[in-house]
């Protein structure tokens, strides 16, 4: 994988096709499957159930704190409430209004329909105090309304995508409250909402070659890959990929081809990732505004972490493996100790969250504890000044170190360590993340299982 991850292009052509490509594969689906048949009002945006036409310039809010009951994203948080917006930018750039946050972090991450988080309105950009914005496509050409900061967009579709912290159940009525005041209006101050149709059903996924060839080909018409990358894109005509290929016309053998590299491409994205920060920890998305042509790895985040902020807002440093390298297991149990004065360093907060292999989500627990993190009140430091968590299926057999236990499947498990705003230490990889090691007497356990 790491040597496919810096290859801009291959030997094979197909896979370069499936490379570049299954991020509009993956924007297309995860639209369709996000973008509701009903607005806020109760309005459906066609009457018939069996076609993709939902509402898109129109925010959606979640209002609960996710667990292991929400099952629609991979790999949830549970420290902030999602807002989200799918905007089409083609008939005309459309204006955001957002409102003071009163000091609450909050951030409104812009990505273009290649993925890439190429803008962000909030906390670190832009500021906590209200703020108009006006988003417009790539070929817009106008006067910016007085008081509005204009915002370019590399593509006409592009995926709106907030995160607002929350301090826990109590605090859920502000932050509804913060997330009902985010407004898309057109330049003549109406609501933004349309009827659009998405193009694909909720639940599909990939497989067939000739519907990925499909989705994806409409999505390179409403969305031109940049200049510099056109005459890539129309060496992918052979296997039925480009603005004006037909898929329909794709003959046995181009569609074996690609349905090959489809699945090649998949079983490359699915390989392991080193542990490339020691400890056991690695870092799996490593991207600022845009992956130029770092197609691989573009592929590899769209179709693993889709909605990734970029690592100036916000780093993902996960670990399925302990520092000597065996797969992690609840059953096993583990500590990770953060010396006095060596907790990582964020501008907006960190956490750490428990996920299930099996199925990459939050476990389910009698505590109903999820993360871990620098607003968690349970946490104690030990006399020396260090921070010690367990993770373990078990609970520790001292009630006083309950409050540090994050509780772990009976099984294989992973973490995340998110951190918001990170500080230098983070973004130039100085900072020493602690090993996960295997509890006094497991070592032997973790050996057999790896």
């Known amino acids: 994988m790491e040597a496919t991850m810096h290859q801009t292009v291959s030997a094979a052509p197909a896979l370069d096709a499936i490379r570049y490509t299954l991020p509009l594969y993956e924007m297309a689906r995860m639209r369709a499957a996000t973008c509701p048949r009903r607005n806020s009002a109760g309005v459906f945006a066609a009457q018939q159930p069996d076609v993709p036409v939902r509402w898109i310039n129109h925010f959606i809010h979640t209002r609960q704190l996710l667990g292991p009951q929400h099952r629609q994203v991979v790999t949830p948080n549970n420290d902030t409430l999602y807002s989200n917006a799918w905007m089409d930018l083609s008939q005309g750039p459309l204006l955001l209004d957002v409102p003071d946050s009163v000091g609450r972090y909050y951030v409104l991450g812009l990505l273009d329909f290649y993925t890439n ?91 067939d070659p000739r519907r990925y060839a499909e989705v994806v080909n409409q999505a390179l018409r409403e969305n031109p890959p940049p200049p510099a990358e056109a005459g890539l894109v129309a060496g992918f005509a052979p296997f039925g990929i480009g603005a004006d290929c037909d898929a329909a016309a794709l003959g046995d053998d181009a569609l074996a081809r690609l349905g090959d590299a489809i699945q090649a491409v998949l079983a490359e994205l699915a390989t392991p990732l080193p542990s490339d920060l020691g400890g056991g920890w690695t870092l799996p998305v490593e991207i600022r505004e845009s992956f130029g042509t770092r197609f691989a790895e573009r592929a590899l985040v769209a179709r693993n972490y889709i909605g990734a902020l970029g690592v100036q807002e916000a780093m993902y440093v996960m670990a399925d493996r302990d520092s000597e390298g065996a797969p992690l297991d609840g059953r096993v149990g583990y500590e990770l100790v953060f010396p006095a004065g060596a907790l990582p360093q964020v501008g907006a907060f960190w956490s750490l969250t428990m996920y299930g292999k099996a199925d990459c989500m939050l476990v389910d627990n009698a505590l109903g504890r999820y993360s871990l993190g620098d607003r968690s009140p349970s946490l104690r430091h030990a006399p020396d000044g260090s921070l010690r968590l367990r993770l373990s299926a078990t609970p520790p057999a001292d009630p006083a170190h309950e409050g540090n236990w994050l509780p772990a499947p009976a099984g294989p498990f992973y973490v995340t360590l998110r951190l918001y705003v990170p500080q230098p230490a983070h973004l130039d990889k100085t900072f020493v993340y602690p090993p996960i090691r295997p509890l006094a007497g497991a070592a032997a356990s973790s050996k057999e299982r790896s």
């Open 117 to 207: 988080p190429f803008g962000y309105i909030g906390t670190r950009t832009t500021g906590n105090g209200r703020g108009r914005f006006l988003l417009h496509g790539p070929r817009w050409q106008g006067d910016v309304p007085a008081g509005a900061t204009a915002i370019a967009c590399p593509t006409d579709a592009v995926w709106l995508l907030g995160r607002v912290l929350v301090d826990g159940e109590a605090d859920l009525p502000a932050v509804h409250a913060l997330q009902d005041q985010f407004r898309l209006s057109t330049l003549a101050g109406a609501s933004a909402a349309r009827a659009f149709d998405v193009g694909m059903q909720p639940g599909e996924h990939l497989g």
